[in-house]
């Protein structure tokens, strides 16, 4: 346990090795996670809207602009907080108050729990549109690439998400507990001590 501070951080002030912490897995799927992201957002911003024949534009999925708009918007955040993430488990081990990482691996959990909610959301929402558009919507099957990327690339993040927020959870209960055990410890040695001094 020497080195290891609560909620998965090591003790403040400890060097950060880059390399170390590029081969970590919850850095592996944040990675994962954020080229998904990118994939789902510049999917349907480069190929995701078409015109016929006149200078408006409108979204493959069914002509349903707020598809477009959803995916565009859960591709994009994602993509931000996935780079937020990043750097704040870079920084971690320079978080001196235990009550702060506590903060920061809660408000990971719940976000990860909230995006994956909002990635299935897309997923089907997507899904449901592509299947009710007709080919007479697409000439030339323009864009059906980048919406069939779209649709997979969010199955794919619903995955990643999921697993960055049960990863999380676990080392922050994992470490909870080796700081329990800790302060039991040092506990019975002060009895312990206490009572040789008593004796």
Known sequence: MDGVGSFGAGRTGSTIDPIAFAKQPQTILRVLSWIFSLVVFASIVNEGYVNFGSERLYCVFNKNADACNYGVFVGLVGLLACSFFSLLDFKFSSISSIKDRKKAVMLEIGF???????????????????????????????????ARAAIAFSFLSIITWVRKSTRTHARGIMHQNSANVRIVVSAKCLMVVGGCCYL
């Open 112 to 146: 990860s729990g909230f995006w994956t909610f909002l990635y299935f959301v897309s997923f089907c929402f997507l899904a449901n549109q592509w299947s009710q558009t007709t080919p007479d919507e697409l000439p030339l099957n323009q864009g059906a690439d980048a």
